[in-house]
């Protein structure tokens, strides 16, 4: 992952902490539905106006499958079973199912987008995995969650695995631009039935809570996606999906600096674990670029490339 691939992923990773934060905090004032189309509405009017100024034009034909399957799929049913899991688990909980999204994305892109299955990548979503497991456990509240909300947040973390995989070959064809602008209006136009709900909602809903929906759709959902498809564009699926096991570390953290919440040792053992495994699943492609060079000379110094290559 070069660099500017690393920094817009980093960007996604904390924005996306940032919305576990944001939607426990405003899901007691509005339903699943009504936050998540207020969040795409706001997140499709910022987006759209960067497109219009930037003239960034509609997508080719062949990309418009992956857009929309990503839009609804991502950005509709990933946002509205979130909200409600949210309703019912812990913000650590959450995190922790949801987490399990990358293993499926690591596995679906080994498969249909034939990224392979490298051994580093494969332990480093183990690691990661055991660390967000131990965070999940230590910020469970003692394991008493909801049946239903653990499925809501599973649901999410499958469709927010499929709607990953099917975006990934859209980005070969549109900008990362195009496809996040008219994947989020996809996404606002599947809940679209929830607008009643909202409009009735806001008038009841303190102003805090409103500016956090507008926080969540400009933020979380217009920027980090943004940044999300420019960083898998230049990277593999299951790569960037390894990444976001640094969520939950964010996530303990920030509802320690926000909520009052003080993590205990285990969480943070279960944080550096998760950023342990990204580690890991990062050190791929320098290990490849530097042993074969030094060991078989020329010809395996031109493999990297073309490793590379394929990677973009």
Wanted: charged share 10%.
């Amino acid at each position: 992952m070069d660099g500017r691939a690393l920094a817009a992923a980093s960007v996604t990773v904390l924005l996306w902490a940032s919305s576990f934060i944001a939607i426990r905090s405003s899901a007691a004032h509005f339903g699943p539905g009504a936050l998540a189309f207020g969040r795409l509405a706001v997140a499709s009017v910022v987006l759209s106006g960067l497109l219009l100024i930037r003239r960034g034009g509609f997508p080719p034909r062949k990309a418009w499958p992956g857009i929309l399957a990503s839009g609804v799929l991502w950005f509709g049913a990933y946002t509205v079973a979130l909200n409600r899991g949210e309703q019912i688990v812990d913000a650590g909980t959450a995190s922790l199912i949801v987490n399990v999204g990358p293993i499926l994305m690591a596995l679906l892109g080994g498969w249909l987008l034939k990224e392979g299955f490298p051994p580093k990548l494969m332990a480093g979503v183990a690691v990661s995995f055991a660390g967000a497991v131990v965070v999940g456990l230590s910020t469970s509240g003692g394991g008493g969650s909801s049946l239903l909300g653990v499925l809501l947040c599973l649901f999410a973390a499958v469709v927010y695995a499929v709607g990953v995989v099917v975006q990934k070959p859209a980005l070969k064809h549109a900008t990362p631009m195009q496809v996040t602008t008219f994947g989020a209006l996809a996404g606002a136009l599947v809940c679209l039935p929830f607008a009643g709900q909202l409009v009735s909602q806001v008038s009841r809903a303190p102003t805090s809570a409103t500016l956090q929906m507008v926080y969540l759709g400009v933020f979380p959902t217009a920027l980090a996606f943004t940044t999300w498809a420019y960083a898998i564009s230049r990277t593999t699926a299951g790569k960037m999906g390894a990444t976001t096991y640094a969520v939950p570390v964010l996530v303990v953290f920030m509802s320690w600096l926000f909520l009052g919440e003080v993590p205990g040792w285990l969480t943070l053992l279960g944080g550096l674990l998760c950023l342990s495994g990204v580690a890991v699943s990062r050190m791929r492609g320098n290990v490849k670029a530097q042993a074969p060079e030094d060991a078989r000379g020329s010809r395996a110094a031109a493999e990297p490339d073309a490793s590379a290559e394929s990677a973009r």
